[in-house]
């Protein structure tokens, strides 16, 4: 007994046939090209990029764009009684300009050799 109609047994021919497949397949293709055509206008549409005299130039003393360079020292904590506490808008930024480079002393690190990353050592000055 079959249960399945004309148009069920038909369609399912065709599937079985391959022409299901290139008519899918036909389907994605027209999207495709669809969407490239699509890409095209859209990007017509967008303003030229700059000519290379519009670009942005280096400054005159070779220094990268937004880069500063300078020294800075770290800034003095507020000293309170005790019985109050500095609340985190009362603090300053972490540091300050500094006009002059901080002595050899200061900047080399005095602490513990920790070691590279990797380097096989225990990191703890042994």
């Not at 670009?55 to 937004?66: A, E, K, T, V």
């Amino acid at each position: 007994m079959n249960t399945l109609s004309a148009a069920q047994t038909l369609a399912a021919g065709v599937w079985q046939s391959g022409l299901g497949q290139v008519l899918g397949g036909l389907v994605i293709v027209a999207v495709l090209i669809g969407a490239v055509w699509l890409g095209f206008r859209v990007r017509d549409r967008e303003s030229n990029p700059p000519k290379p005299d519009e670009q942005p130039h280096r400054p005159d003393d070779g220094s990268l764009p937004g880069e500063a360079s300078g020294y800075r020292r770290p800034t003095e904590m507020p000293q309170t009684d005790g019985e109050h506490r500095l609340m985190p808008y009362q603090l300053k930024d972490g540091s300050e300009a500094s006009p002059d480079p901080p002595t050899e002393e200061k900047r080399k690190w005095g602490g513990i050799s920790s070691g590279g990353f990797g380097s096989g050592g225990t990191g703890h000055g042994d």
